[in-house]
């Protein structure tokens, strides 16, 4: 045991009727994004069934902003990692208030997961991996249990292991959507201005991808924007977008 709760493989048959099902809605669908595309999913194909995943972070305000006016209702996720910036928590709150989201369920890590592991709050610094697993991965996990679809704001131009996302696959036993997935940066900046949306205050002082603080720097030049996050690190993703388990690996 190491004293945390361990994620359980979905069954092999549930794995290969989501990788079959992805299949599907890409043929009808591959060739939408963005709104269309979310809306779809949202009023039709995974209508009750699906949550959006959002770190109110740099740009995360333009997938809020498009999933408010089809369903101000829909469910959005938001892991409060405990880490985070105090900035983004008052973001969330403005946002969800302009925006009229109803439904924004803020999660935090369970303290029987954190354990022995991390009485100091210092794991980031000895486990980063670890950290993420308790604070992020695992509860989410358990707020995606009542979903089976989901929706998250990643782009290709975001680089390292994004640089391949499709805005439909197959990920641990549920449909998730990228809507913006085709997106350029430019084109964000673009919808921000269009839509009226204000920016997460830390984005004035250089921070183009932000996550908890004591992994996210300021960035500055030519750097990509995810180059401020776990600097220094092998390490570029938390872990939430990682397929765990896929029909592949049966
Ligand atoms: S980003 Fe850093 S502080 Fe946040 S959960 Fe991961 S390791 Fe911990």
Redesign the pocket.
């Known amino acids: 045991m190491n004293g945390f709760a361990e994620l359980r493989r979905p069954e092999s048959a549930k794995l290969s009727a989501i990788a079959a099902r992805a299949e599907t809605l890409r043929e009808r669908y591959g060739e939408l994004d963005g709104e269309d595309l979310l809306r779809v999913m949202l009023e039709w194909q995974h209508k009750g069934r699906i949550a959006l995943v959002s770190s109110f972070g740099a740009e995360a305000a333009v997938l809020l902003d498009m999933v408010a006016r089809i369903d101000p209702a829909t469910p959005v996720i938001f892991i409060d ?1 405990g ?1 985070l910036f105090h900035e983004t928590l008052s973001y969330r709150d403005i946002l969800v208030q302009r925006l009229g989201l109803t439904d924004v369920r803020s999660i935090e890590p369970a303290l029987f997961d954190l354990g022995g592991h991390d009485p100091d709050g210092a ?2 610094q000895r486990n ?2 670890l ?2 697993y308790l ?2 991965v695992l509860p989410l996990e358990r707020a995606l249990s009542e979903f089976d679809a989901w929706i998250t704001g990643r782009k290709r131009d975001q680089g390292g292991e994004r640089g391949d996302l499709t805005t439909i696959e197959a990920a641990d036993g549920r449909i998730r959507f990228n809507p913006l997935a085709n997106w350029s940066t430019d084109k964000i900046n673009d919808s921000f201005k269009e839509r009226g949306l204000p920016r997460h205050p830390l984005s004035d002082e250089g921070y183009a991808s932000i ?6 720097v300021p960035v500055s030049g030519d750097a990509g924007a995810r180059d401020g ?2 600097q220094g690190r092998a390490k570029s993703e ?1 872990g939430i977008h990682h397929a765990r388990w896929s029909s592949n690996s049966l």
């Open positions: 990692s880490k794991l980031w980063p991996n950290c993420c604070r992020k996550g908890c603080a004591p992994c996210t996050r776990w938390c």
